[in-house]
């Protein structure tokens, strides 16, 4: 098992910035991929970054050149910088694990962000 715990969420105002940390503790070594998405009120959840173990990224269009994922291996922390953040970026953020032996999947308990205009 896999427990993964996310932290950095809050308010800020639209053009701010923020860094959300995802923590992952337990079976580290079935961590394959991680991701995060983010679920807006009366929308489905959507993948917003994914980073592979060997550092491959990818983004939905929407965010490309605004966020950057990242993975500190030494801290077990994944990490999404999010810049010039636009009202539409209001959601709860999940943090998601991919168990490379089949198993999981693992999520956070999401952090909100919220974006004023």
């Known amino acids: 098992q896999v427990q993964l715990v996310e932290s950095g969420g809050g308010l800020v105002q639209a053009g701010g910035s923020l860094r959300l940390s995802c923590v992952a503790s337990?079976?580290?070594?079935?961590?394959?991929?991680m991701s995060w998405y983010r679920q807006a009120p009366g929308q489905q959840r959507e993948l917003v970054a994914q980073i592979g173990r060997g550092g491959t990224t990818t983004y939905v269009d929407s965010v490309k050149g605004r966020f950057a994922i990242s993975r500190e291996y030494a801290k077990n922390t994944m990490y999404l910088q999010m810049n010039s953040l636009k009202p539409e970026d209001t959601a709860v953020y999940y943090c998601?694990?991919?168990?490379?032996?089949?198993?999981?999947?693992?999520w956070g308990q999401g952090t909100q962000v919220t974006v004023s205009s």
């Open positions: 998601y694990a991919r168990d490379y032996y089949g198993g999981g999947p693992y």
């Open positions: 337990g079976g580290i070594y079935r961590v394959d991929s």
